[in-house]
């Protein structure tokens, strides 16, 4: 079992529609990031958390650490929106472990 | 300037040649990292510098060989590649090792 997991693998949607991606860890961590990346390859940091909620625009992330889950929210999204979503975990200051990363499609 | 910057943007090269990829960063970040990625998995991580001296090396192969001859630069060189290594190589950089890491652009490159 990987110890970043994401849920869903993939996920299309359509244009408007609110967005939730989710991933699972099992291991303590230091911090939580949140990654997008597009076709092409460029990856874009979006949060990193140790706790509570971030937002950024029409972005929110949430973590629960107790649960050892967190949350990455989309409201009202856009086609731009499609890409790829990774959750990555760092324990202290150690390499990030990637989840598989959430495929999002959105259509007009 | 508040971003990660690689080159080349695309390299082909034998398995006999001799390349460097290179990555830059101005934002006065102390740790820099080179990651691989292959096609629809999430990156992996290769090698982590830290006040420019090398701190995690991921038991990558030798013919992988990275220098960081300042705190903005970064290179990777490559020698003697297999078709197996074409893959997407990102760099990254951080204000530490504890901190929020910013990704370059990528190169991508192909073994022939």
Known sequence: KNEVEQSPQNLTAQEGEFITINCSYSVGIS???????HPGG???????????????????????????????HITASHPRDSAVYI???????????????TRLTINP | DTEVTQTPKHLVMGMTNKKSLKCEQHMGHRAMYWYKQKAKKPPELMFVYSYEKLSINESVPSRFSPECPNSSLLNLH???????????????????MFDEQFFGPGTRLTVL
């Open chain 1, 31 to 37: 911090a939580l990031h949140w990654l997008q990346q």
């Open chain 1, 87 to 101: 959750c990555a975990v760092r324990k202290g200051a150690q390499k990030l472990v990637f989840g598989q990363g």
């Open chain 2, 78 to 96: 490559l020698h003697a590649l297999q078709p197996e290594d074409s893959a997407l190589y990102l760099c990254a950089s951080s204000r530490s």
């Open chain 1, 42 to 72: 460029g990856i874009v940091s979006l949060f990193m958390l140790s706790s509570g909620k971030k937002k950024h625009g029409r972005l929110i992330a949430t973590i629960n650490i107790q649960e050892k889950h967190s949350s990455l």
